[in-house]
């Protein structure tokens, strides 16, 4: 496993499989709606909720080819962000 984490411009439409799932890494194709810290990713310290991205999805970090068109505060997002992007594709 990868121990760089992709957190914006990491991912393209179309990917399915994990989404919901936690990970320690940001595959591509996905985009991540929350953080958590964990002890199970090695030198990594945290693990992101992977979404696929779809039109109206609250997500931490915007993928790649996708837009936003709303803006809010928030705390799950964890220090890398304190806002999630409405998303827009």
Same mark, same amino acid.
């Given at each position: 496993?990868?121990?760089?984490?992709?957190?914006?411009?990491?991912?393209?439409?179309?990917?399915?499989?994990?989404? /919901?799932? @936690?990970?320690?890494?940001? #595959?591509?194709?996905? !985009?991540? $709606?929350? %953080?958590?810290? &964990?002890?199970? *990713? +090695? =030198?990594?310290?945290?693990?992101?909720?992977?979404?696929?991205?779809?039109? /109206?999805? @609250?997500?931490?970090?915007? #993928?790649?080819?996708? !837009?936003? $068109?709303? %803006?809010?505060? &928030?705390?799950? *997002? +964890? =220090?890398?962000?304190?806002?999630?992007?409405?998303?827009?594709?």
């Amino acid at each position: 496993m990868s121990e760089k984490i992709a957190l914006n411009g990491n991912s393209a439409p179309g990917a399915s499989g994990l989404d /919901g799932t @936690w990970s320690c890494y940001v #595959p591509s194709g996905y !985009t991540w $709606d929350q %953080v958590e810290p &964990t002890g199970t *990713c +090695g =030198s990594l310290s945290y693990r992101y909720r992977l979404r696929t991205p779809v039109s /109206g999805l @609250w997500a931490c970090a915007i #993928p790649f080819g996708w !837009t936003y $068109d709303s %803006v809010r505060s &928030t705390s799950v *997002c +964890g =220090s890398t962000s304190p806002y999630q992007y409405r998303l827009l594709g």
